[in-house]
C-alpha cells in the first residue's frame, strides 16, 4: 500500500475543476482528471462556510482517510481534489469512503485488477 501524492498548486486545482469529470455526493464535491504522471495525487478543498478552523480540519480528516481507504482499488494516472461539504463533518470516514468508491465506480475509475 502506497501513499498517494498531495497535490498543493493552485494551477493543478484550477485544472481539474475546469477540465474534470465531477462527482457531487451530498458529502464532497470529488473532481478528476487525466494526470501526467502514472501515480494517484489528491487534495482537498475546504471553505470557511464550512466552519471554525478545527471543523475545516476533521472534513480534510475524513476525506483523506476515505480516500486512503479506497486508493488501492483506483486507476492509476489520474488527479482528484475533493471539495468537502457541510454533511461530511457528520459522516464517519468509512461512510464517506463507501460513497467515494460507489462514485468511482460509476465515472469507471476503480481498477477490475487485485492489488499486491
Do not use: W
Not at 475546469?18 to 495525487?41: E, H, N
Not at 487534495?43 to 476515505?66: D, M, P
Request: with cysteine; charged share 30%; aromatic share 10%.
Amino acid at each position: 500500500m502506497q501513499k498517494f501524492e498531495k497535490l498543493k498548486q493552485n494551477y493543478e486545482f484550477r485544472r481539474l475543476y475546469s477540465r474534470g469529470i465531477s462527482m457531487v455526493t451530498p458529502a464532497f464535491v470529488l473532481y478528476a482528471a487525466k494526470g501526467r504522471k502514472d501515480r494517484v495525487r489528491f487534495g482537498i478543498t475546504v471553505s470557511k462556510k464550512i466552519g471554525t478552523a478545527v471543523k475545516r480540519n476533521r472534513a480534510k480528516r475524513v476525506l483523506y482517510a476515505a480516500f486512503f481507504d479506497c486508493q488501492n482499488d483506483i486507476v492509476k494516472g489520474y488527479d482528484f481534489v475533493a471539495v468537502a461539504r457541510h454533511k461530511a463533518l457528520l459522516l464517519k470516514s468509512t461512510d464517506v469512503a463507501s460513497m467515494m468508491k460507489n462514485e468511482l465506480q460509476k465515472a469507471g475509475l476503480i481498477s477490475d485488477e487485485k492489488p499486491d
